[in-house]
C-alpha cells in the first residue's frame, strides 16, 4: 500500500515526550481545510461559463449543520486513526519516561551516595549501554494508516539523557579506581618500607619475621585480588 503523506514527529521536548504536530493541531488545519472547501463552492464555475468565457458561477452553498456534521465525522476518524499512533507514545513512556522525568537521575544519585564498588557501578553502566542499544535498535519510521511517524528526534533526546546518566557512573567508577589504585600502592610502599627496617634487638626480629610472614601470606593476597 501507498505510504502515507502526513508526516508526525515523536518530539523529545523539556523532558517529556509530545507528538508534532499535535492531534488537536491535525484536527484544527482538516477542519480549516473543510471550510475553505465549503467556501469554494461558492465560486464554482459552469460548463457553460467556460464554454462562453463569462465569469458567471454555480451559487452552491451547503448549509452549516452539514459541514457541523462533517467536521465531528472528520474527527471522530482522525481521533480513531491517531489511537495506534498514541500506542508507540505509550510504549516509549512506559520503557524509558524515567530516563528523563527525573526519576533515574534521583535513584542514581541516591545509588552513588550509598558508595558503591566498582564492581556494583560497572554493572549499572552496562545496564543504561544495554539501554542505549535498544533505544538505537528502535525504527526511526513507523509507517501507520494515518500518517509515518518520525521517532529520530525522541531516539536522540532519550539517548542523550541516558548517556548523561552513563558518563556520571563512568566519572564516578574512574574516582573509585584511583582511590583503590593509590590506597594498594600505599600499602605496598608500607610493606616495602617496614620490611627494609632493620631489628634492634630479638623480639623485634622475632616480630619482624612474623609481620613478614603475616604480609607474605594474607596481606598481598589480599592486594592481588584488589588489582
Request: charged fraction near 25%; hydrophobic fraction near 35%.
Amino acid at each position: 500500500s501507498k505510504h502515507p503523506k502526513i508526516r508526525i514527529q515523536l518530539a523529545y521536548e523539556d523532558n517529556h515526550l509530545e507528538f508534532y504536530p499535535s492531534m488537536e493541531d491535525i484536527s484544527q488545519t482538516c477542519q480549516e481545510v473543510s471550510g475553505v472547501l465549503s467556501s469554494s463552492l461558492k465560486n464554482l464555475p459552469m460548463i457553460q461559463s467556460w464554454l462562453t468565457g463569462s465569469t458567471d458561477a454555480m451559487n452552491v452553498c451547503l448549509d452549516d449543520h452539514l459541514l457541523d456534521k462533517f467536521n465531528k465525522h472528520l474527527e471522530q476518524q482522525l481521533l480513531k486513526l491517531f489511537e495506534e499512533v498514541q500506542v508507540h507514545l505509550e510504549e516509549y513512556n512506559q520503557n524509558y519516561l524515567h530516563l528523563i522525568n527525573g526519576v533515574t537521575k534521583k535513584e542514581i544519585d541516591k545509588f552513588l551516595h550509598s558508595k558503591p564498588n566498582f564492581d556494583q557501578v560497572t554493572e549499572k553502566i552496562d545496564h543504561f549501554n544495554n539501554i542505549i542499544n535498544e533505544i538505537n535498535a528502535r525504527p526511526s519510521f513507523i509507517y501507520l494508516q494515518l500518517c509515518r511517524l518520525d521517532c529520530d528526534d525522541a531516539k536522540h533526546g532519550l539517548r542523550q539523557m541516558t548517556k548523561k546518566i552513563v558518563d556520571k557512573l563512568v566519572n564516578y567508577a574512574k574516582h573509585v579506581h584511583l582511590v583503590e589504585c593509590r590506597d594498594v600502592v600505599d600499602s605496598y610502599k608500607n610493606i616495602f618500607k617496614t620490611a627494609q627496617k632493620e631489628p634492634t634487638t630479638s623480639d623485634e626480629m622475632i616480630q619482624l619475621q612474623a609481620w613478614v610472614e603475616n604480609a607474605r601470606t594474607k596481606t598481598v593476597k589480599v592486594l592481588q585480588e584488589r588489582v
